[in-house]
């Protein structure tokens, strides 16, 4: 050790942290003992120079704090703890020093209560906190919390001493980081019941001095993380954290709400309503009836919204305590309703004015307040105002009609607030009760007030709220409700009161089935029944499922729903006469299937009663072509590709999303197994009789059959929609056959919604399989290749499109799980970059690649996704865009030139494709391998390949100006160029973003650059787009400020 301690006295700077980092390590293995180095500084202590003892007493606590606490023993620990005491006596300068050693040994639950007393004793005695500098101090407060939190025995022992000399310590301390401590430990040791005895007035001066806190990090450090709501929450929690201090704090919160100051008002009212639930009756009484005035004055004549907002919750906190108290032995008294009494007497007086005005519209929200606070309160509120509103309400007779509108939007507001606020209260006896009557008659009537719509939603509301309270017998709730569904069914009331109406009834279905079943249920499934299916008015139906929807919040109503939906479903066929009310009704399945999926009797349901129906109804309809050739009757001949009026297609569509949506949510068991198994028997076996379907020989069910008609080859969009959308433990029968079916109608179909939903359904297949087969990926390589290979025959149809879709979501199934095959197949794809066909698919494809599918492949369909396969992928593929790009700069061959041109444009295609999802982190990292391909593509003239660029390019400035300030020149001469593309706003836009955040650079390498700047984008505030014209404006202020 004494070599150790000279080397440190006799070097400087990073070779003494090493030191420090060796003789903690040296004692931490049992080389040497911390008492070793204490000796071995016995010189240095002793030394007659201060700057040396300070220096050796930095070492001492250097050490220490490199040290865990359990490595020293407890007889060491307290001989350091007594030896840092002694050096507190030595010179002030020492101080911090030896409080940093004394700050790592109190964390120790090894150290004594012996020493930790001493400690203490030595600190109050020896330290002078006010005369030490911040960081001294906060050093001196963390002390004494962590002697607090690991030693609170030693600080009650020492009692009345403690907390004066801790008092004594924190008196005029004024650092906010300095202040969160103290607040913090203030608190700490009141609720910890720590006797505050005859100090309880100097601990409450001493902290709420600093009350009302103003604390502005802003002005004073603009780094600052603490904010002026850290040190208001922190002393409010020390004036709250005991009722001794209730005599000081409500008297002097009373006189900050006469402050003129706002915030203070604000602070004031919320420190009150933190410090009343711990303040008793004692404590408040004599207070109450001034607070309630106070209260008064300030919730009505305040001028800001959130001084009126505290109000009011103060009031709620001050009745819900009164409510608290125990009722006066001597005279029996309750409190609660003479102090309520106060209040309402105080507020009916306003509210009985014909005026509508603040005093009025306060006097009813403090009223309101008053009845949130408990049970009584609300009882007693509710029997003196309601009487009050019913009057107001049938004052001019048993008509609303005859009360104007706004006096009666209020009144009848204020009775829907107090049905609301009776709900999550529990009552001896109903304070409604009485009222029930009269509450029945004034809601039906404003349930059927059509003058005014914000009455009937008002109504509504009451409906659900007088529901909720469970005091209306059968009957009644019976005839509410048929007024809810005569709005309900009514199209051309208000979306709005609709809505409304809708949440009710759902409401209403949960909590009583056995109503909605009797009254509502039937008058909705009878007119389901009616509507005629050829029917092209989709508007009543819309409002039938609409309504259906609503009642399918139970389990019993959903099922009594979806019976006669599929049974109507059944009547119908794939055709121009059916197409409206079907779509109507897949629109209004998937409403169902959005709102109740996440109960599992509903998916097991829906899975066999709703999506199997639903399947047979378009198989059915692929057996029945409208002629032949076409895939239906609006369609053109097959061969030209899809047609965009295509009926059957957005039909199978829509029920394929039901099905998904089901599937996705249905758990691996029977139901899931059977309903895997019937649809693959489907497709494998075309077996029709599961499903009771009849066929002719002459036109059999073969839907993998890529010579066949497309309407039967599209329903292969269902296979997506379950199988790929299955759990993974779900068992999918005879895969290995759909899969080779599915290789060869995706390579080999004309129709592209056929060969697309073959292609992604083949890669759901492989992504999820536990063992992906070998021979199943060479065959894919090898027919894909084959495909791409093959000279075409002049006029004959080539499948390159089909075999590149293929081999893209092929690829993204084995990239998601990060498969040790997935570069053979990328590099399949960017050999096509220069085929004049494909190329430009090819590049795009990197996009399907990177982003979520909402079809297949992504997290709810239960597809495997690594962890950062994105950043994975893209490291991998990077290089191979680069050596491609190093390749063709040395390629100068001339007849090449235009295919190398397009291979460029390709390649940086597909780049940009993967630099919008990757994070900014990787782009840092590949810095200086993406730049010069960034910069190329600025050249490009294809739109969505410069908005990429630029994209990636901005994010680069914003995270990284360091790196960027040597291309800043070159940047800025492509990004000004591009300030004139005229193909597409969003680059102009894009290059305006880009020169303004340029800004972010040096200034000394922007000063030369800022004139030019200035005066390219006066022009562009011309832009003939406004977006365009605004981001200049902004952009050339932020040049002008350059510089100064």
């Not at 079907?582 to 899975?607: F, N, P, Q, V």
């Not at 965009?644 to 999303?657: H, K, N, R, V």
């Not at 993998?704 to 497309?710: E, F, K, N, R």
């Amino acid at each position: 050790m004494d070599i150790f301690v000279e080397k440190y006295f006799s070097d400087s700077g990073l070779e003494r942290e090493q030191l420090v980092s060796e003789a903690a390590l040296n004692i931490q293995t049992g080389g040497n003992k911390i008492l070793a180095l204490v000796e071995a500084l016995g010189v240095h202590l002793t030394s007659t120079d201060v700057a040396v003892r300070i220096k050796a007493c930095e070492l001492l606590s250097a050490v220490l704090k490199k040290l865990p606490s359990a490595v020293l023993s407890a007889s060491e620990l307290n001989v350091i703890v007594n030896f840092l005491c002694c050096r507190l006596q030595d010179h002030y300068t020492l101080q911090p020093a030896v409080v940093d050693g004394l700050c790592w040994a109190s964390s120790s639950t090894q150290l004594s209560n012996l020493s930790t007393e001493g400690m203490l004793k030595a600190l109050f005695k020896e330290v002078h906190v006010q005369s030490c500098l911040q960081g001294e101090r906060y050093k001196v407060y963390l002390l004494l919390t962590n002697i607090f939190d690991q030693h609170k025995i030693v600080c009650s022992t020492m009692g009345r001493d403690f907390l004066y000399n801790f008092i004594q310590a924190i008196d005029g301390e004024q650092d906010p980081r300095n202040l969160l401590v103290i607040f913090q430990l203030a608190t700490d040791i009141i609720k910890s019941g720590f006797n505050l005895a005859n100090l309880a007035e100097d601990l409450f001066e001493v902290t709420s001095c600093y009350f009302p806190i103003d604390f502005n990090p802003s002005a004073s450090n603009k780094k600052a993380t603490i904010t002026n709501k850290d040190l208001v929450l922190g002393l409010r929690a020390v004036l709250s954290s005991t009722r001794v201090f209730a005599k000081f704090c409500i008297p002097l919160m009373l006189e900050k709400l006469d402050s003129d100051v706002q915030g203070a008002k604000i602070d004031s009212l919320q420190t009150l309503t933190a410090c009343l639930p711990e303040y008793a009756k004692a404590d408040m009484e004599p207070f109450v009836s001034t607070i309630w005035k106070a209260i008064k004055r300030e919730v009505v004549h305040s001028v800001s919204e959130e001084a009126e907002k505290c109000g009011l919750q103060l009031l709620t906190q001050l009745v819900k305590s009164v409510s608290e108290w125990p009722i006066d032995e001597h005279d029996g008294r309750v409190d609660l309703y003479l102090f309520l009494s106060e209040i309402i007497d105080d507020c009916l007086s306003h509210i009985k004015e014909p005026i509508q005005d603040k005093l009025k519209w306060m006097s009813v929200q403090m009223i309101l307040a008053c009845a949130r606070a408990s049970s009584d309160a609300c009882s007693e509120v509710v029997k003196s105002v309601v009487p009050l509103i019913l009057q107001q309400a049938f004052e001019s007779g048993k008509e609303p009609s005859g009360v104007t509108p706004v006096r009666m939007d209020n009144a009848f507001d204020m009775l829907v607030q107090i049905l609301i606020i009776c709900k999550p209260f529990i009552f001896y006896e109903h304070p409604l009760l009485p009222f029930k009557a009269e509450l029945l008659e004034l809601i039906k009537s404003m349930l059927v007030h059509k003058k005014s719509k914000n009455l009937q939603c008002s109504a509504v509301t009451a409906s659900a709220a007088l529901f909720a309270q469970k005091i209306l017998s059968n009957d009644e709730v019976e005839s509410m409700a048929m007024l809810l569904l005569d709005i309900l069914l009514d199209e051309h009331h208000d979306v709005s009161l609709r809505n409304d109406v809708k949440a009710t009834v759902g409401y209403l279905a949960t909590m009583q089935s056995h109503i909605v079943r009797r009254c509502m249920l039937p008058k909705v499934v009878e007119e389901l029944k009616s509507i005629d299916v050829s029917c092209k008015q989709s508007q009543r139906l819309k409002v039938l499922l609409e309504c259906a929807t609503a009642l399918s919040g139970h389990f019993e109503i959903f099922q009594d729903v979806i019976k006669p939906l599929m049974t109507k479903v059944s009547e119908c066929s794939l055709d121009e006469d059916h197409c409206i009310f079907l779509k109507e009704i897949m629109l209004g399945l998937k409403a169902i299937t959005d709102c109740y999926l996440s109960d599992h009797m509903y998916t097991e349901y829906m899975a066999l009663n709703v999506c199997l129906p639903l399947l047979k109804l378009c198989v059915q309809g692929a057996l029945s072509p409208s002629a032949p050739g076409q895939c239906c009757a609006s369609c053109e001949d097959s061969s030209s590709g899809y047609s965009q009026d295509c009926i059957t297609l957005p039909l199978m569509q829509s029920a394929g999303t039901i099905m998904r949506n089901v599937c996705q949510k249905l758990r691996p068991g029977n139901t899931a197994n059977f309903v895997s198994s019937l649809i693959s028997d489907l497709y494998v076996n075309n077996d029709l009789l599961a499903f009771d379907i009849k066929t002719k020989p002459t036109f059999p069910f073969l839907p993998l059959d890529a010579s066949l008609y497309p309407l039967q080859t599209r329903t292969v969009c269902f296979l997506t929609a379950s199988l790929c959308a299955f759990d993974r433990a779900v068992t999918i029968p005879n895969v290995d056959q759909l899969q080779l079916k599915l290789m060869s109608l995706a390579m080999h179909s004309p129709d592209l919604p056929t060969y697309v939903a073959a292609a992604k359904t083949f890669a759901g297949f492989i992504n999820k399989q536990d063992q992906i087969s070998t021979e199943l990926l060479e065959k894919t390589l090898d027919n894909v290749s084959k495909a791409f290979d093959k000279k075409q025959k002049a006029g004959a149809p080539s499948n390159k499109i089909q075999s590149m879709t293929l081999l893209i979501w092929t690829t993204k199934a084995l990239a998601q799980r990060n498969h040790v095959r997935t570069m053979d197949f990328v590099d399949l794809i960017m050999t096509q970059f220069g085929d004049a066909e494909i190329g430009e698919m090819a590049s795009a494809g990197f996009s399907i690649l990177m982003r979520e599918s909402e079809e297949v492949l992504n997290s709810a369909s239960h597809a495997i996704s690594k962890m950062m396969y994105k950043q994975r992928f893209f490291l991998l593929v990077l290089p191979k865009i680069v050596n491609a790009f190093e390749t063709m700069k040395l390629d100068n061959n001339a007849p090449q030139e235009e295919e190398n041109q397009n291979k460029k444009a390709n390649y940086l295609t597909a780049l940009a494709e993967m630099l919008v999802l990757i994070p900014k982190q990787v782009l840092l990292a590949q810095f200086s391998s993406l730049m010069p391909l960034l910069l190329q593509s600025l050249h490009s003239k294809v739109p969505s390949l410069l908005l990429s660029a630029l994209s990636a390019l901005l994010n680069l400035i914003q995270d990284a100006p360091d790196l960027m300030n040597s291309y800043a020149d070159t940047l800025l001469d492509n990004f000004l160029s591009l300030l004139e593309f005229k193909g597409n706003m969003s680059v102009r836009l894009k290059a305006v973003t880009c020169i303004g955040a340029l800004t972010l650079l040096p200034s000394p390498t922007l000063i030369p650059m800022k004139n030019r700047v200035i005066k390219s984008l006066c022009h562009t505030l011309d832009d003939r787009k406004r977006s365009v014209r605004t981001a200049a404006s902004k952009a050339r202020s932020e040049w002008c400020i350059v510089g100064t």
